[in-house]
């Protein structure tokens, strides 16, 4: 069993900053897929972001440009920086992380994007 806490999350005005991190414990595979999600009010569950261990990122198109992936094995810690936020990425980010005979989510941070 892996767990997942995710923390960062806030109010923020558009434009704005915000960086969410994901802390994993219990039994981490050596190999492992790194993932965010979010799901906004009435909507589904989507892929922003996603990392592996081989450190190749993936991004949606709709934060290419604006979000950075990242992880610290070491630390058993992904990251999620996010800038330029606008409204439309409000929503409850998830971390994932998936590996053999593994899949584990956190419980989600609230990220609100208003003026």
């Known amino acids: 069993q892996v767990q997942l806490v995710e923390s960062g999350g806030g109010l923020v005005q558009p434009g704005g900053s915000l960086r969410l991190s994901c802390v994993a414990s219990g039994k981490i595979p050596d190999i492992y897929f790194m993932g965010w999600y979010r799901q906004a009010p009435g909507k589904q569950r989507e892929l922003v972001a996603s990392i592996n261990s081989a450190r190749i990122t993936y991004y949606s198109d709709f934060v290419k440009g604006r979000f950075t992936i990242s992880r610290d094995d070491a630390k058993n810690m992904g990251y999620l920086q996010m800038n330029s936020l606008e409204p439309e990425d409000t929503a409850v980010y998830y971390c994932?992380?998936?590996?053999?005979?593994?899949?584990?989510w956190g419980q989600g941070t609230q990220v609100t994007v208003s003026s």
């Open positions: 994932h992380l998936q590996g053999p005979q593994l899949r584990s």
